[in-house]
């Protein structure tokens, strides 16, 4: 394929932009290229039943959300429920912001500058860096006590396959 060809520059700009595209709209060389760059951060890398659970958990956050809202409980959301869930949604986004500018807002001058924001990003990373961390360890000592269970257990099986 001519490397100038607007094919081409239109999957190069579209892999770029991490932008997802049918694999049956390219080539087959390329749609092998688009797999493995999107490959870690796809939902369907979690496998099916991964990603399954996944949608499952977005369907029961939304009926929570929904039955939260949902004053006459006829499991429809009226105008009146809609334009008070969208109020709260405001109230809280607002909410966020003042304890952003609060806690962020070094020269009080009411806007997060640059220097500002980058401060608030590496707060935030930080603190992702952490939980995953400690989810991390925690999923260390299951495992490990797992395995010491299950070494447990195969030294219990022996003696009475030996006897056998």
Do not use: W
Not at 11 to 18: D, F, N
Not at 55 to 61: C, R
Not at 113 to 134: F, G, S, T, Y
């Amino acid at each position: 394929m001519n490397p100038k060809s607007p094919r081409s520059l239109l999957t190069a700009a579209l892999l770029a932009l991490s932008v997802s595209i049918p694999a049956f709209a390219l080539p087959a060389d390329q749609a092998q290229q688009l797999n493995r760059s999107n490959r870690s951060t796809s939902l369907t890398s979690r496998g099916k039943s991964g990603f399954r659970a996944y949608v499952a958990e977005q369907k029961e956050k939304r009926e929570t959300k929904k039955a939260k809202y949902d004053a006459d409980k006829d499991g429809q959301l009226s105008d009146e429920e809609k334009a008070r869930m969208k109020e709260d949604a405001k109230a809280h986004r607002e909410e966020l912001k003042e304890k952003a500018l609060e806690k962020y807002d070094a020269n009080k001058n009411g806007k997060l500058d640059p220097e500002e924001k980058a401060q608030m990003e590496a707060d935030h990373k930080a603190e992702k860096e952490k939980r995953q961390a400690e989810h991390a360890a925690k999923k260390a000592e299951r495992e490990a006590k797992k395995a010491e269970h299950d070494a447990q257990k195969t030294a219990k099986d022996e003696p009475k396959e030996k006897q056998n």
